[in-house]
């Protein structure tokens, strides 16, 4: 009984993991969309020139 409820801890263990790590993925596809359209979208600054969309 016990080997059985170790693999089934396993497999909830993994299962939990993999879901963790797609959902890092689509977090950082999400952010990296973000961080492209910054180029993009950019304030005009004085002087007409693009300013930068970062403040540091």
């Not at 693999?7 to 952010?31: E, P, Q, T």
């Not at 993009?40 to 300013?51: D, I």
Request: proline share 4%.
């Amino acid at each position: 009984m016990l080997p059985i409820l170790l693999v089934l801890l396993l497999i909830l263990a993994l299962g939990g993991a993999g879901f963790a790590w797609n959902a890092l993925w689509v977090v950082a596809g999400v952010l990296l969309v973000l961080w492209l359209l910054g180029f993009f979208v950019r304030p005009v600054a004085a002087g007409g020139r693009r300013g930068r969309w970062y403040r540091w």
